[in-house]
């Protein structure tokens, strides 16, 4: 029997689309859709590639353009697989509360309808973690997780910190959406000893300009006396960025809450790929997306309370804590490495529509 034609249609979030379908489609020798970089891209060329595949797995489709799609390549019989790895229910997938006026909000409510319409008409869905899942297959029962993965041809060497104080870095998601807020005062303390620095990667573009609804963040960050600041770049410029920022230690705070919950582990995978130490969040029940095996390769905080001592401890005993980023390291190459995982992917998807 022949094998089935599989599209990995990206999305309007470049590295969502890298980690969901540029990676898993480029390894298990599928088509994808153009390049990585999916901010520009021909609505025409997309759906005469669609047409020439028999499974179009179609990531985040929380636009018109992508569910108009689906429709149609539906009616020519094409299989359509629905991926996502965030919720966006109001008011617990998307923060409700940080956007701005009522045309904001409304533009939120259109981009969850426009996903849970589509993920109804699909064949079945893909989510990155099961407390995702579940919610989707309430929508759709035809639901399975397929994990992120890294891929090791963006490992880089680290640049060497000579500057004499410790190096923290706040990377994308952790900056915004409420997630450093009850580590506040924490933060304060650290930046008011001198010998350490926080460094900002998100927030502002690179013309200056910040995240809308973000101005609150960039405030808090710019009160600091010891701070850096890194701006977005796109995310074939993503790991040679961060290995030149020469940081010891990435945390990565966040409020426990359902929309963290259903977050996957990316941002410990990334970090580890550089053997960068990671000191994470861990909620009360365990269902943060760190806990668990991956734990054995991290530094958890449980208590919020505890952590500037655990950030202190980490750079007084740094060695220590190296050795640890270097066993994820290892790690993650061998358990989350997308050149061996594409292909369960692709069986995986197969699998699902049949």
């Given at each position: 029997?022949?094998?089935?034609?599989?599209?990995?249609l990206?999305s309007?979030?470049?590295?969502?689309?890298?980690?969901r379908?540029?990676?898993p489609?480029?390894?298990?020798?599928?088509?994808?859709?153009?390049?990585f970089?999916?901010?520009?891209?021909d609505?025409d060329?997309?759906?005469?590639q669609?047409?020439?595949?028999?499974?179009?797995?179609i990531?985040?489709?929380?636009?018109v353009?992508?569910h108009?799609?689906a429709?149609s390549?539906?009616?020519?019989?094409?299989?359509?697989v629905?991926d996502?790895?965030?919720t966006y229910l109001p008011?617990?997938?998307i923060?409700?509360?940080?956007?701005q006026?009522?045309?904001?909000?409304e533009?939120a409510?259109?981009?969850s309808?426009?996903?849970?319409d589509t993920?109804?008409?699909?064949?079945?869905a893909?989510?990155?973690t099961?407390i995702l899942a579940?919610?989707?297959?309430?929508?759709?029962?035809?639901t399975i997780?397929?994990?992120?993965?890294i891929?090791?041809?963006d490992e880089?060497?680290?640049?060497?910190?000579?500057?004499?104080?410790?190096?923290?870095?706040?990377?994308?998601?952790?900056?915004?959406?409420?997630?450093?807020?009850?580590?506040?005062d924490?933060i304060?303390a650290?930046d008011a000893r001198?010998?350490?620095t926080i460094?900002?990667?998100g927030l502002k573009?690179?013309?200056?300009?910040?995240?809308?609804?973000?101005?609150e963040?960039?405030?808090f960050f710019?009160?600091?006396?010891?701070?850096?600041?890194?701006h977005?770049?796109p995310?074939?410029?993503?790991?040679?960025t961060?290995a030149n920022?020469?940081?010891d230690?990435v945390?990565i705070?966040r409020?426990?809450?359902?929309?963290?919950?259903?977050?996957?582990?990316?941002?410990f995978?990334?970090?580890?790929l550089?053997s960068?130490?990671?000191?994470a969040?861990?909620?009360?029940d365990?269902?943060?997306p760190y806990?668990?095996v991956d734990?054995n390769?991290?530094t958890?905080?449980?208590?919020n309370?505890?952590?500037y001592?655990?950030i202190l401890e980490?750079k007084?005993n740094?060695?220590?804590?190296?050795?640890l980023a270097?066993k994820?390291?290892?790690?993650v190459?061998k358990?989350?490495?997308v050149?061996t995982?594409a292909?369960?992917?692709?069986e995986?998807?197969?699998k699902?529509?049949n």
């Open positions: 029997m022949k094998e089935p034609k599989i599209l990995f990206n309007l979030y470049d590295g969502c689309y890298y980690y379908g540029y990676l489609g480029v390894y298990s020798d599928s088509m994808v859709v153009g390049d970089i999916t901010k520009d891209f609505k060329i997309i759906t005469a669609a047409k020439k595949a028999d499974i179009i797995v990531q985040r489709p929380n636009e353009f992508r108009n799609l429709i390549l539906k009616a020519l019989g094409k299989k359509i629905f996502n790895d965030d008011d617990k997938g923060p409700m509360h940080l956007l006026n009522e045309k904001q909000r533009m409510r259109q981009m309808k426009f996903l849970n993920l109804r008409i699909c064949d079945g893909i989510a990155s099961e579940k919610e989707y297959r309430e929508i759709n029962p035809n997780v397929l994990k992120n993965c891929d090791p041809m880089y060497p680290c640049k060497e910190n000579k500057t004499g104080k410790f190096r923290i870095g706040f990377i994308g998601s952790v900056t915004t959406n409420d997630d450093y807020k009850h580590i506040k924490q304060r650290l001198g010998d350490i460094v900002v990667f573009y690179k013309d200056g300009r910040v995240l809308a609804a973000c101005d963040d960039k405030n710019a009160s600091l006396k010891n701070v850096e600041w890194q977005f770049v995310v074939n410029e993503y790991y040679l961060i920022l020469a940081l230690l945390i705070p409020k426990e809450h359902y929309f963290n919950q259903c977050k996957s582990n990316l941002k995978l990334e970090m580890s550089l960068i130490p990671v000191l969040q861990g909620f009360s365990g269902t943060s806990q668990g734990e390769y991290m958890i905080v449980v208590d309370d505890t952590w001592d655990k980490i007084d740094y060695g220590r804590y190296k050795k270097e994820a390291n290892y790690y190459k358990f989350y490495n050149k995982y292909k369960e992917w692709k995986q998807i197969i699902l529509l």
